[in-house]
């Protein structure tokens, strides 16, 4: 079993960055396929950035491509989400996200096993 703790939400301003982290507790982290999740008041939690175990394999929403970078660290137990170029629309409470059975990065939120419990983001126009 994993805990995930995230951090680095906040209030910014269009066009700003953000990098978001997330800590695991465990000496398995490098067994996971992690990903990044956003739920926004009134929509269904929707899929951001996921990475392989090895972090040589990254995939993203299309709405976030090419602004957003998932990178991690397996010697400290952690991945990053690398935020640029923020819009209003990405204002959203940000999960990170870690699937045991998973070998590749899948989209599917039902696919992951383990929840971190959520950080702010707040994009002002």
């Known amino acids: 079993q994993v805990q995930l703790v995230e951090s680095g939400g906040g209030l910014v301003q269009a066009g700003g960055s953000l990098r978001l982290s997330c800590a695991a507790s465990g000496r398995t982290f490098s067994r996971y396929i992690m990903g990044w999740f956003r739920q926004a008041p009134g929509k269904e939690r929707e899929f951001v950035a996921g990475i392989s175990r090895s972090g040589g394999s990254t995939d993203y929403a299309d709405s976030v491509k090419g602004r957003f970078t998932i990178s991690r660290d397996n010697a400290k137990n952690t991945v990053y989400l690398q935020m640029n170029s923020l819009k209003p629309e990405d204002t959203a409470v940000y999960y990170c996200?870690?699937?045991?059975?998973?070998?590749?990065?899948?989209?599917?939120?039902?696919?992951?096993?383990?929840w971190g419990q959520g950080t702010q983001v707040t994009v002002s126009s």
């Open positions: 996200a870690a699937g045991y059975k998973l070998s590749i990065v899948v989209s599917n939120r039902n696919e992951y096993d383990y």
